[in-house]
């Protein structure tokens, strides 16, 4: 399988990085195609043109690869830090600009935009691994885990993919490394259950 590893952190030696390593080696292990991207260290800028907006817009070379990449990926891992409730602004414009009409999502014939899209992605599960610094108590109980929905309905959801993991490992800061380890296993675990060997 072709799978797309999607990582925003500006820390290269830091946790996040730490994970994108850990699943991309559980990938080639089972025998898969990692496409990886460290959206900071590739310099991605995140802001969306107005000229990009309109289906069919001609882009750039580069975000036109991220299109193909996209919209050809069997399977999609994303890895970014929870900050405020959201993603880093690198991986918002990312989203903006690669997750586009007649890549990730269509809407019906007639429809001009107000109706709910068509998912055009063919990958078949998606996993986001997030790290934080909030307890999961207060996460859930205040702030009602913002990123579940974001990922699973509001983004992953629309874009056609029905089978959406998402784990958090916190609270990063004061972990011990033997915590981060026992993480990294959990990384690789889940990204066993959901990539597991190619049998082809």
């Known amino acids: 399988m072709a799978i797309s590893v999607i990582l925003a952190h500006p820390d290269r030696y830091g946790f996040n990085h ?3 390593v850990a699943a ?3 990938l080639k292990r089972n025998g898969h195609a990692a496409f990886f991207h460290d959206l900071y260290e590739e310099g991605f800028d995140p802001v969306l043109p107005s000229g990009e907006i309109p289906k069919g817009a001609p882009l750039p070379a580069h975000l036109e690869a991220h299109c193909r ?3 050809s990926a069997e399977g999609i891992i994303v890895i970014h830090p929870n900050w405020w409730g959201m993603p880093p602004a690198v991986m918002k414009g990312w989203i903006d600009r690669v997750l586009r009409p007649e890549t990730a999502y269509r809407f019906v014939e007639g429809d001009k935009g107000e109706g709910v899209p068509i998912g055009l992605l063919k990958a078949k599960a998606a996993v986001v691994f997030n790290t934080s610094n909030t307890s999961p108590e207060r996460e859930a109980g205040v702030f009602k885990d913002p990123l579940d929905t974001l990922w699973k309905n509001c983004i992953f959801g ?3 993919v029905k089978k959406v993991h998402r784990e958090t490992f916190g609270i990063v800061v004061t972990s011990t490394e033997g915590k981060r380890l026992k ?6 675990t889940v990204v066993n259950k959901y990539f597991p060997p190619d049998r082809k």
């Open 18 to 20: 730490a994970i994108a």
């Open 69 to 71: 990449e996209i919209a």
């Open 24 to 26: 991309i080696e559980e």
């Open 183 to 188: 993480w990294l296993e959990r990384v690789q």
């Open 158 to 160: 629309v874009c056609g």
